[in-house]
């Protein structure tokens, strides 16, 4: 007759996916603190712990997320409309890739940069040897004399 898809089903749909990029993070995060602790073996053995838990954490949100959003999109029995093959499609695309094993594409795509820096280097150059050191910089990092910076004018003196 119609359709509409029933809100139950949307709603278990992007549960589902929201469960299932909150599992992809998990378990990149386990990465993440293998390698910020690397070469260091203090409390190795708790750090390996959880790190374990939040892997397993991560792919267990990974399938439930995987089957929530898959009962949302195909109905229980699985012969329901779909939701929207095409925009279905799209938007499994990054699930897709990552179930290739490229995590990275999965944080970017949530925005997440490692180490929390997204800001843009502006980079200046030293008038003695041309060597392009950070905005900041007292001193050129190739000649060790200082760096001259007029932010008035924006540009070198
Ligand atoms: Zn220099």
Redesign the pocket.
Known sequence: MTKQISSERKAAYYIGMGLMILGAILFASTFVTFIMNFGNFNNFESNAKSGMLRGFGGIALLIVGGIIRGIGALGIAGSGVKLNPQQAKEELEPYSRMAGGMIKDVLDESEINIGGKSEKIIMIK??????L?EEDSKF??????K?RFSPKAGQLE
């Open positions: 030293c008038q003695s040897c041309g060597k050191n050129c990092q190739e000649c060790r004399k760096m």
